[in-house]
């Protein structure tokens, strides 16, 4: 079944099965390589926070959790800079860090935050992704916990959006 959204029309991509299945075995992955410690989730807003209440829901760990989002954009282009962290409060040194991110396609923006969090001196910093697009990289990213590899196409759906529209959506459609 394909859905409109705006301008575009989107099919079926990713169910809703497959990917409450896979973020059910990244959740175990955590759990098991944090047991004993209380990792801090940094969520990027917008996009992850489907996956991130998916996800930590799942881990029976102690924890924390902060929202973030960044500043990167020049008006409708990524700058692949991040030149603020809104929302980050807290001491970060000596803390495990996990950030839960929607997608990493470029890498450039997380690349920066990945810099700028290193600064403040937390004892590990790894990434809990939904989708990674390697076609479209361009500089090396270590994603620890990755969903599923696409290729460098236009998706919507849990917690993904087209001008703001399709986050709500239970699973992920690809533009046609």
């Given amino acids: 079944m394909t859905i409109d959204?705006?301008?575009?029309?989107?099919?079926?991509?990713?169910?809703?099965?497959?990917?409450?299945?896979?973020?059910?075995?990244?959740?175990?992955?955590?759990?098991?390589?944090?047991?004993?410690?209380?990792?801090?989730?940094?969520?990027?807003?917008?996009?992850?926070?489907?996956?991130?209440?998916?996800?930590?829901?799942?881990?029976?760990?102690?924890?924390q959790m902060s929202f973030i989002r960044l500043a990167s954009y020049s008006g409708t282009s990524s700058t692949g800079q991040v030149r603020q962290i809104l929302g980050l409060d807290g001491d970060l040194a000596g803390r495990d860090i996990i950030i839960i991110e929607d997608i990493v396609d470029t890498g450039l923006t997380m690349q920066s935050l990945l810099d700028q969090l290193q600064q403040l001196g937390p004892s590990s910093i790894e990434l809990a992704v939904l989708l990674h697009k390697p076609e479209a990289l361009k500089t090396p990213i270590s994603m620890r916990y990755l969903g599923f590899e696409i290729e460098n196409k236009f998706v919507v759906g849990y917690g993904l959006d087209y001008e703001g529209i399709g986050r709500n959506l239970d699973a992920l459609y690809v533009s046609k």
Avoid: H, W
């Fill in 5 to 63: 959204i705006l301008d575009r029309t989107f099919e079926p991509f990713i169910s809703r099965e497959d990917l409450e299945a896979r973020v059910g075995e990244l959740a175990m992955s955590i759990t098991s390589d944090y047991e004993g410690r209380c990792p801090l989730f940094l969520v990027v807003l917008n996009g992850a926070f489907l996956f991130a209440s998916e996800l930590v829901k799942r881990i029976p760990l102690s924890c």
